[in-house]
């Protein structure tokens, strides 16, 4: 699997809530951070942005937190491609902190490129990002192994 960026952040004061553990929204916070990293790594930068008016949108957002993040912790999120096709990236990320050996949490993503105007409509990438894409796209094994399974969320009533 093909590491893309690793981005970085320091836990602020008051991302935590009253049990001492990040609070939920930040996890969000931060997993957008990381797509604007990713966005620039890929070159739908500032300057594409401006340039073509387009740019990503999430459609969908699955978050699983798998261990505690506490005030102390370092957090560093690695981004994944987990696939993609003319007009859409499915990103993986993984939150790490030195404290713990595996993933505290991790988020998969559906981006859309689009073109924003007065009425915002999807756009395919441009045949270099597409190309990029394709060079750093997680193998189908490393996909399946990515992160668990999103599930429905539900109450089962016995």
């Not at 990293?37 to 739908?44: P, V």
């Not at 030195?98 to 007065?118: C, E, I, W, Y």
């Amino acid at each position: 699997m093909t590491e893309l960026r690793i981005y970085h952040t320091k836990i602020e004061p008051q991302w935590i809530d009253f049990n001492g553990h990040l609070r939920d929204a930040y996890y969000g916070l931060v997993a957008s951070y990381a797509i604007d990293d990713l966005m620039d790594f890929l070159g739908l930068d500032a300057g594409y942005r401006a340039r073509t008016h387009c740019t990503l949108y999430t459609l969908e957002l699955h978050l699983h937190f798998l261990h505690e993040v506490k005030s102390t912790d370092d957090l560093r999120v690695e981004s994944v491609i987990l696939d993609f096709d003319r007009k859409r990236i499915h990103v993986g990320c993984r939150f790490m902190c030195s404290r713990v050996s595996d993933p505290v949490a991790t988020t998969d993503m559906m981006l859309l490129h689009v073109h924003q105007g007065d009425k915002p409509s999807s756009t395919p990438f441009p045949e270099e990002v597409q190309a990029k894409l394709a060079q750093l796209q997680a193998s189908a094994a490393a996909r399946d192994a990515f992160a668990p399974g999103s599930r429905k969320i539900e109450l089962k009533r016995r």
